[in-house]
């Protein structure tokens, strides 16, 4: 069994910043990519940033410049820098991995999300 744990949302003003964490643990064999998407009140769900286990990393066109993916493989965590926050960021924010188990399958596993709230 596999769980993703999200911490690091709030309240802030525009203009802010916030940091999400995502630590996933459980039966890991090892995780390839992992990404934050988020879902906006009436909207559907979409990718904020990823990075794969090499590093490499892409953004929503919307965040690039003010965000910024990471992860620590050592600790199976990932992590979301979000700078110059503005209230349209307001949004619950998913973890997501894509990962071998040590049963020998790859799968997909989402966190069970965090409110980030941006006032203006």
């Known amino acids: 069994q596999v769980q993703l744990v999200e911490s690091g949302g709030g309240l802030v003003q525009a203009g802010g910043s916030l940091r999400l964490s995502c630590a996933a643990s459980?039966?890991?064999?090892?995780?390839?990519?992992m990404a934050w998407y988020r879902q906006a009140p009436g909207k559907q769900r979409e990718l904020v940033a990823a990075?794969?286990?090499?590093?490499?990393?892409n953004y929503a066109d919307s965040v690039k410049g003010r965000f910024i993916i990471s992860r620590d493989n050592a600790k199976n965590t990932e992590y979301l820098q979000m700078n110059s926050l503005k209230p349209e960021d307001t949004a619950v924010y998913y973890c997501?991995?894509?990962?071998?188990?040590?049963?020998?399958?790859?799968?997909?596993?989402w966190g069970q999300g965090t409110q980030v709230t941006v006032s203006s």
């Open positions: 459980g039966s890991i064999f090892a995780i390839n990519a």
């Open positions: 997501y991995a894509l990962l071998f188990t040590t049963g020998g399958y790859e799968d997909t596993y």
């Open positions: 990075i794969t286990s090499g590093g490499s990393t």
